[in-house]
């Protein structure tokens, strides 16, 4: 048997399952790769919304997180919800300690319904501690105009907000176009030289709770199993829409995707 990849994601809790740690495992586990977590806050959730965010106390992330890495190791990670400046630094400083190279940072902010998974005074130590160490960062667009400070309404303004993104020290930044109106949706990656656009259908639905998390869940263990950026992001990119295609209906509001979706 070959050698078993892991990835580890740093992410809140989403008891309706469809966000969060458990997004994550369930498409880590979908692409054959062993899932490690570290809970950064517990958030009460369903399908209707967010109705209660209970994090963690930052030691109890950065002790997860050392007793894994010290132990288990991994081959990629992805950060999630982080929820404050104080979790993102203890953060930062453990993957700065076991020089995780592969590391994916969603920079999750707000939920689909509205409600703060990242305290605005966060975004600074966003900046300042973890950009730096992505080799990936994955904004939606309402995250990219926060981390900006630019207005995204065009593909030419996406590509601005990417290079000014990429400034703050990721190696790449894959600026997810989900929140622009159209048929097609165009994502854009920029390694800090040249974009790659790909473009793909939109599908009618609105079951599309955790799709970045499940988008960057399944970029994270392609990139565990060694797989290249660019040829990661586009089977990535596959199986979210597989998944949204295939969404089962779960609930009475913003279902999950289908995290059973075929690897392609
Ligand atoms: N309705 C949809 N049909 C197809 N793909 C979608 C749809 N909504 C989102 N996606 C894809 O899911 C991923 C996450 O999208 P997006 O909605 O932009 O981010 P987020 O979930 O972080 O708000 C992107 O790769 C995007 O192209
Ligand atoms: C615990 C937790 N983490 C992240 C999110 C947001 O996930 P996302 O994939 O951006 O999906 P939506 O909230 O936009 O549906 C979350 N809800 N909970």
């Known amino acids: 048997m070959n050698r078993l990849a892991k990835a580890m994601t740093i992410a809140g809790s989403d008891s309706g399952g469809g966000a969060g740690i458990q997004a994550d495992l369930k498409t880590f586990h979908q692409f054959g790769v062993y899932g490690t977590s570290a809970i950064t806050a517990v958030t009460v959730q369903n399908t209707l919304g967010v109705t209660g965010v209970?994090?963690?106390?930052?030691?109890?992330?950065?002790?997860?997180?050392?007793?894994?890495?010290?132990?288990?190791?991994?081959?990629?990670?992805?950060?999630?919800?982080?929820?404050?400046?104080?979790?993102?630094?203890?953060?930062?400083?453990?993957?700065?300690?076991?020089?995780v190279k592969k590391l994916v940072v969603d920079p999750v902010m707000i939920a689909k319904g509205g409600a703060k998974l990242l305290q605005d005074e966060a975004i600074a130590a966003l900046k300042r501690f973890l950009l730096p160490l992505a080799e990936v960062i994955t904004p939606n667009l309402p995250e990219a105009e926060f981390l900006s400070g630019l207005r995204i309404e065009t593909p030419e303004?996406?590509?601005?907000?990417?290079?000014?993104?990429?400034?703050?020290?990721?190696?790449?930044?894959?600026?997810k176009g989900g929140h622009l109106q159209g048929d097609a949706i165009v994502d854009i990656l920029y390694d800090g030289r040249d974009f790659f656009e790909m473009e793909h259908e939109?599908?009618?639905?609105?079951?599309?709770?955790?799709?970045?998390?499940?988008?960057?869940?399944?970029?994270?263990?392609?990139?565990?199993?060694?797989t290249p950026?660019?040829?990661?992001?586009?089977?990535?990119?596959?199986?979210?829409?597989?998944?949204?295609r295939t969404?089962?209906?779960i609930g009475g509001g913003h279902g999950p995707t289908n995290h059973w979706a075929a690897v392609k």
């Open 157 to 175: 303004q996406m590509r601005e907000a990417a290079r000014a993104i990429h400034q703050m020290g990721p190696r790449h930044v894959m600026m």
């Open 202 to 226: 939109r599908v009618p639905t609105r079951h599309t709770h955790g799709t970045g998390c499940t988008f960057s869940a399944a970029l994270t263990a392609e990139l565990a199993k060694g």
């Open 54 to 99: 209970y994090p963690l106390p930052t030691e109890a992330v950065a002790q997860q997180m050392h007793e894994v890495l010290r132990d288990i190791g991994t081959d990629a990670a992805k950060t999630g919800m982080l929820f404050n400046a104080e979790i993102i630094e203890a953060v930062s400083r453990e993957i700065s300690h076991f020089d």
């Open 229 to 244: 950026l660019v040829e990661a992001v586009d089977r990535a990119n596959r199986f979210i829409v597989e998944a949204i």
């Open 247 to 249: 969404a089962p209906q």
